[in-house]
């Protein structure tokens, strides 16, 4: 593939920034260990960013993963200590002279509310749901299509309805592309699927002419948790998700990629070394 075909420019952008519980964030981990990098505040939440990946390409703009959105009560606002949103990432887009409508896709990592709530918004009404990204295709894996729309009881509060269920309800939604498994989705654009999560959350692999940059998802949300216990309660088989971390660490080692963390609070691109003790280890990167 020649480089005129790959992506022209790669940016990390903060949609919002919110807390989680850090015990469940951290998951077997004691706080008194996760306590030390991610210092909770009085109601256990530690600081969180949403942060998507706006991808560049001579004629096309593509998004990864929307945020956590603007369709949520002040009530909700509170427990989820949603504070310094840009309202769906239009904020970031102007200073790129960018408009939501210029979005040409939407790669999303999966459904959870915290990736998927900005691919819709309320219309002037305050009740009707439309897309916030018209004019985009929207890509997610067949298998996490399915699994949000009929979730288990343990994970069912993570996905919601109201973000997503417009692309069935609503005769204007954009059209939305089911990818089965591993995917060059388009030029430079690879999508690798991980199912210790979530079923059918994938990563992100962006290739430029100068690096190769692979956006985490939930897999490692924070440079915090790259060691292998280091795990989220919320992930449904953690013992795969120990094994999915090894691998994409020994190829981000080997091949010198860069990873973006959707939620580290501080560290949103590094790349992956290994300490005296054979522990990988987050070397920040500045882009």
Known sequence: MSNKNLPLRVTPLVEARFGLDGGAMFGIIPRPLWGKTNPPDENNRIDMACRCLLVEYGDRTVLVDTGIGSKWSDKERGIYKIHDQDDGL?????????????IDDVILTHLHFDHAGGVSEFADDAETVRATFP????????????????????????????????????????????????????????????HGHTFGMQLVKVETAEHTFVHLADLIPTSSHMRDPYVMGYDLQP?????????????????????????????GCARVEHDERGRPKAVPVSL
């Open 90 to 102: 239009r904020a970031a887009l102007d200073e790129r002279e960018l408009s939501t409508e210029a």
């Open 135 to 194: 004019n985009a295709t929207h890509w997610v894996q067949r298998r996490n299509w399915s699994w949000a729309n009929s979730p288990s009881a343990r994970d069912g509060g993570s996905y919601r309805k109201l973000d997503f269920g417009f692309f069935e309800t609503s005769d204007d939604a954009p059209p939305l592309e089911l990818v089965d498994g591993i995917a060059e989705i388009m030029p430079g654009i690879e999508v690798l699927p991980v």
């Open 239 to 267: 013992l795969v998700t120990v094994e999915e971390k090894r691998e994409v660490l020994y190829e981000a080692a080997k091949n010198d990629w860069v990873l973006i963390f959707e939620h580290d609070p501080k560290m």
